[in-house]
């Protein structure tokens, strides 16, 4: 079965540090995969997708993907973190041909002063 | 802003009862995913309606249902409702019935006491 994974519950970065967040994936093809954030008391917003082409992606607010077939991650990085950045992040992969999407369970940034 | 609307933001009822739940997808958007967000079960995928008709089903209980009318907005509908169904529910749109990138309502917080 088709399923996305983010190792990591919970993680603290000092604000100005590099951060990255991981997201494993596991399909039968090649899938197409998102990064949404979720900041509290709002819906998600997306930062960036992957269908195919070029595996490093660009985003919004900063933030690139690369994916990564060998190791199956999609991994999220963002040179330097602004404490802005303090939300819920979301892997997300498709879960069929009608687009509905699979989640990972998030990760949830904080960023230190 | 993503443009979908979703109606109304909190919702306290007691067990039991029935709610229903409104989405307003993007101008143009003909289609819409309503999801669940529960501590314990993270984001799940309910139902996916495009231009009126149900194209697939997750894991939705017997107890929900859902429509999308002639004008597109979309109501989500939750019966007999139990303690465990207290969530946040939101909606989605894009423009077709296949995989492209969401966009998502802000939520609305069900209460169930």
């Known amino acids: 079965a088709q399923s996305v994974t983010q190792p990591d519950i919970h993680i603290t970065v000092s604000e100005g540090a590099s951060l990255e967040l991981r997201c494993n994936y596991s399909?039968?093809?090649?899938?197409?995969l998102f990064w949404y954030v979720q900041s509290p008391g709002q819906g998600l917003q997306l930062l960036l997708k992957?269908?195919?082409?070029?595996?490093l992606v660009q985003g919004i607010k900063g933030f690139e993907a690369e994916f990564k077939r060998s190791q199956s991650s999609f991994n999220l990085r963002k040179p330097s973190v602004h404490w802005s950045d303090a939300a819920e992040y979301f892997c997300a992969g498709h879960g069929g041909s009608q687009g509905n999407l699979i989640f990972g369970k998030g990760t949830k940034l904080s960023v230190k002063p | 802003d993503s443009g979908v609307t979703q109606t109304p933001k909190h919702l306290i009822t007691a067990t039991g009862q029935r709610v229903t739940l409104r989405c307003s997808p993007r101008?143009?958007?003909?289609?819409v995913y309503w999801y669940q967000q529960s501590l314990d079960q993270g984001l799940q995928f309910l139902i996916h309606?495009?231009?009126?008709?149900?194209?697939a089903k997750g894991n939705i209980l017997e107890r929900f249902s859902a429509q999308q009318f002639p004008d597109l907005h979309s109501e989500l509908n939750l019966s007999s409702l139990e303690l465990g169904d207290s969530a946040l529910y939101f909606c989605?749109?894009?423009?077709?019935?296949?995989?492209?990138?969401?966009?998502f309502g802000p939520g609305t917080r069900l209460t169930v006491l």
């Open positions: 992957y269908f195919s082409g070029d595996t």
């Open positions: 309606y495009y231009n009126g008709e149900e194209r």
């Open positions: 101008s143009g958007d003909l289609s």
């Open positions: 399909y039968g093809a090649t899938p197409y």
């Open positions: 989605a749109s894009t423009k077709t019935g296949g995989v492209n990138e969401q966009f």
